[in-house]
């Protein structure tokens, strides 16, 4: 079993959409969590970045954990075909940048006009 | 945010040779950085922890003779895929982490990466 478990879509949306995209993982020592996104032959950009359960919001993105079901989110409201791009999950069982990430396997969305 | 750069963002070579490639910290110091490598459609998976001043850190079934990397200042990281062949194509991508630098969230800042193509 995989630590960290993603759907790898393709998941294929109407513009104006709500998207969810979602984690699990089975490593309780998981504290902090992160959501990337991975432009075609890019390098993975950092959009949110949490540590405690519940919700975080930035403009469009909520990330939300629930540590006790070992299950997070991100969701992206009003979605934009600039949207489109592989939704890469990570986590880090301690603090600070200079530990070792797990990512998920990416979930590729695709927001159609 | 931070900004992490690498050289080159492609490259092509014959099998059997060697490939250099740069990954630099612009407006931060990164005593650590991070080398991955991603296949199509695949997601980003650890091979190596840099260390500024000291040996890198190799992931179980990494090379380390095969993938050489230095860490020559605070700001600047290379790998050196050595005697390349084609199953060493791929994305390799760098990270640095920011280290809690102010203004900055703690975590790592990836580069655009270097799409290693070996004929």
């Known amino acids: 079993q995989k630590e960290v478990e993603q759907d790898p879509g393709p998941l294929s949306v109407p513009e104006g959409a709500i998207v969810s995209l979602n984690c699990t993982y089975s490593?309780?020592?998981?504290?902090?969590f992160m959501w990337y996104r991975q432009y075609s032959r890019k390098g993975p950009e950092l959009l949110m970045y949490?540590?405690?359960?519940g919700n975080k919001e930035d403009g469009r993105f909520t990330a939300q954990v629930d540590k006790s079901s070992k299950y997070i989110s991100l969701f992206i409201r009003d979605s934009q075909p600039s949207d489109s791009a592989t939704y890469l999950c990570a986590m880090s069982a301690l603090t600070g940048g200079g530990n070792k990430l797990t990512f998920g396997t990416g979930t590729q969305l695709k927001v159609e006009l | 945010g931070a900004v992490v750069s690498q050289h080159p963002s492609r490259v092509i070579c014959k099998s059997g040779t060697s490939v250099k490639i740069e990954c630099r910290s612009l407006d931060f110091q990164a005593t650590t950085m991070f080398w991955y490598r991603q296949f199509p459609k695949q997601s980003l998976m650890l091979m190596a922890t840099?260390?500024?001043?000291?040996?890198?850190?190799?992931e179980q079934g990494v090379e380390k003779d095969k993938f050489l990397i230095n860490h020559a200042s605070l700001t600047l990281s290379t790998l050196t895929v050595t005697s390349a062949h084609p199953e060493d194509s791929s994305f390799y991508i760098c990270s640095a982490p920011s280290d809690g630098l102010a203004g900055i969230t703690d975590t790592q800042y990836f580069g655009p990466g270097t799409r290693l193509t070996v004929l």
């Open positions: 840099s260390n500024e001043g000291s040996k890198a850190t190799y």
């Open positions: 490593n309780s020592a998981f504290q902090y």
């Open positions: 949490t540590y405690s359960s």
